[in-house]
T-cell receptor, first 116, second 117 residues
Framework: KQEVTQIPAALSVPEGENLVLNCSFTDSAIYNLQWFRQDPGKGLTSLLLIQSSQREQTSGRLNASLDKSSGRSTLYIAASQPGDSATYLCAVKWFEIIQGAQKLVFGQGTRLTINP | DGGITQSPKYLFRKEGQNVTLSCEQNLNHDAMYWYRQDPGQGLRLIYYSQIVNDFQKGDIAEGYSVSREKKESFPLTVTSAQKNPTAFYLC????????????????FGPGTRLTVT
C-alpha cells in the first residue's frame, strides 16, 4: 500500500525566507509526483509535476526535487511572500495492484503561513 | 476559458436525502475523478472514470454513486446510505493516455462543500 507523508503539518515563517516542504512516500514504483496548492475553501491548483524519470522541476520561485530511490520529494520556495500562504499537498501517481488501476495518493498537506 | 466547473459551491441537505453534485469539464479529458476532503486530511478517492460509460470504485465508494454518460460530465450522488456525508468534494480530470507525458496530470475544480444536518 502506498502512503504519503508530509512534514511538517504546519509551518510559519517571516516574509523573505527561503523554505523547504517535505514529502515522503513508501513505494518507489511511482509514475509521477505532483505538488498542489490549496487556498482555504478552494480547489487544488497544480504547481509542479515531476515524471518518475526526472529529478527536478522549476517554476518561478518554486523548485521541486524527486529522489525515487529514497522515496522523497522536496518543494523549495525562494523569497517567500505573504501570498504564498496556503496548504501545499503532494501526491504520487501509483499503480495499485489489487484494483489494477493507477491512483493519485495524497499526503495530508503542510499549512504554510508567511508573516509580513 | 477551459476548465472544470462544480456546482453548487455550497449545498445543504437534511439527513436521509440523496443529493447530486455536478462536475463538468471542457478540457476534452478522458479521465475524471471524485475526491472527498475532510478537515486536516488529504484527499480520498471516491470514484473514477477513465472513459465514457465506464467507472470504477475508489477507496471510499460506499454510499456514493456516479454516472458517465458524456465525456464532459461526471455527476456524483451522495445517497442516504453514506454515514458521514458532510465534507468538501472535489472533482478532477486528466487527459488520459492520449495526453502523452501529461496523461496523468490532474486538474481540479473549485469544489462543493456539502453540509448534511
Amino acid at each position: 500500500k502506498q502512503e504519503v507523508t508530509q512534514i511538517p503539518a504546519a509551518l510559519s515563517v517571516p516574509e523573505g525566507e527561503n523554505l523547504v516542504l517535505n514529502c515522503s512516500f513508501t513505494d518507489s514504483a511511482i509514475y509521477n509526483l505532483q505538488w498542489f496548492r490549496q487556498d482555504p475553501g478552494k480547489g487544488l491548483t497544480s504547481l509542479l509535476l515531476i515524471q518518475s524519470s526526472q529529478r527536478e522541476q522549476t517554476s518561478g520561485r518554486l523548485n521541486a526535487s524527486l529522489d525515487k530511490s529514497s522515496g522523497r520529494s522536496t518543494l523549495y520556495i525562494a523569497a517567500s511572500q505573504p501570498g504564498d500562504s496556503a496548504t501545499y499537498l503532494c501526491a504520487v501517481k501509483w499503480f495499485e495492484i489489487i484494483q489494477g488501476a493507477q491512483k493519485l495518493v495524497f499526503g495530508q498537506g503542510t499549512r504554510l503561513t508567511i508573516n509580513p | 476559458d477551459g476548465g472544470i466547473t462544480q456546482s453548487p459551491k455550497y449545498l445543504f441537505r437534511k439527513e436521509g436525502q440523496n443529493v447530486t453534485l455536478s462536475c463538468e469539464q471542457n478540457l476534452n479529458h478522458d479521465a475524471m475523478y471524485w475526491y472527498r476532503q475532510d478537515p486536516g486530511q488529504g484527499l480520498r478517492l471516491i470514484y473514477y472514470s477513465q472513459i465514457v460509460n465506464d467507472f470504477q470504485k475508489g477507496d471510499i465508494a460506499e454510499g456514493y454513486s456516479v454516472s458517465r454518460e458524456k465525456k464532459e460530465s461526471f455527476p456524483l450522488t451522495v445517497t442516504s446510505a453514506q454515514k458521514n456525508p458532510t465534507a468538501f468534494y472535489l472533482c478532477a480530470s486528466s487527459p488520459g493516455l492520449a495526453g502523452g507525458l501529461t496523461a496523468y496530470e490532474q486538474y481540479f475544480g473549485p469544489g462543493t462543500r456539502l453540509t448534511v444536518t
